[in-house]
């Protein structure tokens, strides 16, 4: 009996560190992933402060400018199937964030919605688009409607798309409840040793998984783009660079009564089966958005534009002429 549990033991920790080895990547360079991906039309702009952002610039220059924001851990990439049936009437400038995609870590590790929307700005400036419409997914549509509360002089037009919102007052204390009732879970994902083990330990099995849980139709989780999530988020920085946001997370005080602040016209698109940000989070940002539509599609997860990119591209173009 000693014996069986001697080599059940040894088995299962022989698992273990299979699993484990399986699973642990190195960085892949900047250089080799930009070779890798940055083809077409994509382009880099380095900023003063090292950063070095991934955008792409297509269309027509000269009609209407839309800017596209991703959503956590995505990048513009998410938004390649759309882009397309845009093009003929807009000019569509899309870029990974900092933190993801090609542009990845930056030198100042700062990850904050701020500087994201100050890397918008210094981006829109380079490229002289004075104004524009702001497209985000998920994080990327927290950023943009934040984009439009603080520049509405530029902001002719929003665009939410699965979007995060923001908590009530008593949403906010049951997170915060829930948090307390298992502070060793948060403490060990927040803890310096827990943090070095995932920067290191990422199978394909999470982005896999992750984007089986994003989509509704199965057949769009291919591994192609599994493989590219993953390779991504490989990048030399990157993985520090989600962790950090990760590990900072915080709920601000701010009240859903700020959203009524926004000046633009905006279209809310949310897919009924996403299972990361639930379709009600757009019902309620449609209640406090002053101006705004909201337009619910049945049997689809949390990437709209990419999972049925003509019917998006068809609602905005609708929506975008009639503002006009």
């Given at each position: 009996?000693k014996?069986?549990?001697?080599?059940?033991?040894?088995?299962?920790?022989?698992l273990?560190?299979?699993v484990i080895?399986?699973?642990t990547y190195?960085?892949?360079?900047?250089e080799?992933?930009?070779?890798?991906?940055?083809i077409g039309?994509?382009?880099?702009?380095d900023?003063?402060?090292g950063?070095r952002?991934?955008?792409?610039?297509?269309g027509d220059?000269?009609?209407?400018?839309?800017?596209?924001?991703?959503?956590?851990?995505?990048s513009?990439?998410?938004?390649?199937?759309?882009?397309?049936?845009?093009?003929?009437?807009?000019?569509?400038?899309s870029?990974?964030?900092p933190?993801?995609?090609?542009?990845?870590a930056?030198?100042?590790?700062?990850?904050?919605?701020?500087?994201?929307i100050?890397?918008?700005?210094k981006?829109?400036?380079?490229?002289?688009?004075?104004?524009?419409?702001i497209?985000?997914?998920?994080?990327?549509?927290?950023i943009?409607?934040?984009y439009?509360?603080e520049?509405?002089?530029?902001?002719?037009?929003?665009?939410?798309?699965?979007?995060s919102?923001?908590y009530?007052a008593?949403?906010r204390?049951?997170?915060?409840?829930?948090?307390?009732?298992?502070?060793?879970?948060?403490?060990l994902m927040r803890?310096?040793f827990v943090?070095?083990?995932l920067?290191?330990?990422t199978?394909?099995?999470?982005?896999?998984q992750?984007?089986?849980?994003s989509?509704?139709?199965?057949?769009?989780?291919?591994?192609?783009?599994?493989?590219?999530?993953?390779?991504?988020?490989l990048?030399?920085?990157?993985?520090?660079?989600?962790?950090?946001?990760?590990?900072?997370r915080?709920?601000?005080?701010?009240?859903p009564?700020?959203l009524?602040?926004?000046?633009?016209?905006?279209?809310?698109?949310?897919?009924k089966?996403?299972n990361?940000?639930p379709?009600?989070?757009?019902?309620n940002?449609?209640?406090?958005?002053?101006?705004?539509k909201?337009?619910?599609y049945?049997k689809i997860?949390?990437?709209p534009m990419?999972?049925t990119?003509?019917?998006?591209?068809?609602d905005?173009k609708?929506?975008?002429?009639?503002?006009?």
């Amino acid at each position: 009996m000693k014996n069986f549990f001697k080599y059940l033991s040894l088995s299962f920790f022989i698992l273990l560190a299979i699993v484990i080895y399986s699973g642990t990547y190195l960085d892949i360079s900047r250089e080799t992933l930009e070779a890798k991906y940055a083809i077409g039309e994509s382009e880099f702009l380095d900023l003063q402060d090292g950063s070095r952002i991934h955008y792409r610039d297509e269309g027509d220059l000269y009609k209407p400018a839309i800017i596209l924001l991703h959503g956590f851990n995505g990048s513009l990439f998410n938004f390649e199937r759309m882009v397309p049936f845009l093009s003929k009437e807009y000019r569509l400038i899309s870029l990974d964030l900092p933190g993801f995609g090609l542009t990845g870590a930056v030198p100042s590790m700062d990850y904050s919605t701020q500087n994201s929307i100050l890397v918008i700005n210094k981006l829109t400036s380079y490229l002289g688009v004075e104004k524009f419409s702001i497209a985000g997914n998920s994080m990327g549509g927290g950023i943009a409607w934040r984009y439009a509360l603080e520049n509405p002089e530029k902001t002719q037009s929003l665009i939410l798309l699965a979007s995060s919102g923001i908590y009530s007052a008593e949403e906010r204390l049951r997170i915060e409840e829930s948090e307390r009732e298992s502070p060793l879970v948060w403490k060990l994902m927040r803890s310096n040793f827990v943090s070095y083990f995932l920067s290191l330990y990422t199978p394909k099995f999470f982005a896999t998984q992750g984007l089986k849980t994003s989509v509704h139709d199965p057949n769009l989780a291919t591994e192609e783009i599994a493989n590219q999530f993953h390779e991504l988020t490989l990048m030399q920085g990157s993985r520090e660079a989600i962790l950090s946001r990760f590990s900072k997370r915080s709920f601000n005080n701010d009240k859903p009564d700020i959203l009524k602040n926004i000046q633009a016209p905006t279209l809310i698109i949310h897919g009924k089966e996403d299972n990361i940000i639930p379709f009600k989070s757009s019902i309620n940002l449609d209640q406090y958005i002053q101006n705004s539509k909201l337009v619910l599609y049945p049997k689809i997860g949390h990437l709209p534009m990419y999972e049925t990119p003509a019917r998006v591209a068809d609602d905005i173009k609708k929506f975008l002429i009639m503002k006009d």
